[in-house]
């Protein structure tokens, strides 16, 4: 590879999560890790706390203490699990809304960058993301990682793999 192409899309990298992240920030008031426990615990109602804080790598009074401010904020209910032993997390109605926000926001702050390309060259591009994207070794919990901004609404067809090992690199 190429150090100056990295190194490019390093840049492109940052230029979309500042926005993504400024644009998170207009919609649900917090940054950090919150957006994406939003859109995460939307993937799948019924999220244990567990989950949620293997996705965002985050520790465990981490996760406890931003479940806490979703709760406070009206956006995550806490109920109780199949097994009684866990807590599930649902998203509220309130929840549910602003995490269709969230999804219109991130879509937004993507195509204002992709915009300045014409229609073969973004075509193009999609094609190179889709088969860079499948040609990860990832298990599930590192699709999960990947995609936890990711709107379910739009990628039917995730290409991540599931299962480390699947494709070469």
């Known amino acids: 590879m190429e150090p100056g192409i990295a190194n490019l899309l390093g840049a492109l990298s940052l230029a979309v999560m500042d926005r993504i992240e400024q644009g998170a920030r207009e919609v649900i008031g917090r940054g950090g890790e919150t957006p994406a426990a939003l859109v995460v615990i939307g993937y799948g109602q019924g999220m244990t706390n567990d989950t949620l804080r293997?996705?965002?790598?985050?520790?465990?009074?981490?996760?406890?203490?931003l479940v806490d401010r979703l709760v406070s904020d009206q956006l995550v209910e806490r109920r109780s699990a199949k097994d009684g032993r866990e807590v599930a997390l649902h998203l509220t109605a309130k929840g549910a809304a602003t995490r269709n926000e969230l999804m219109a926001s991130r879509i937004s702050a993507v195509t204002s960058l992709l915009d300045v390309l014409?229609?073969?060259?973004?075509?193009?591009?999609?094609?190179?993301?889709?088969?860079?994207?499948?040609r990860q070794n990832t298990s599930e919990?590192?699709?999960?990682?990947?995609?936890?901004?990711?709107?379910?609404?739009?990628?039917?067809?995730?290409?991540?793999?599931?299962?480390?090992?699947?494709?070469?690199?």
């Open 118 to 134: 014409s229609p073969a060259e973004t075509k193009r591009l999609g094609t190179l993301l889709h088969d860079l994207l499948a």
């Open 54 to 65: 293997r996705i965002l790598g985050l520790s465990h009074s981490g996760t406890v203490r």
């Open 141 to 169: 919990l590192d699709r999960f990682t990947i995609c936890r901004m990711c709107d379910d609404r739009v990628c039917t067809d995730c290409p991540l793999p599931t299962t480390k090992g699947k494709h070469g690199r």
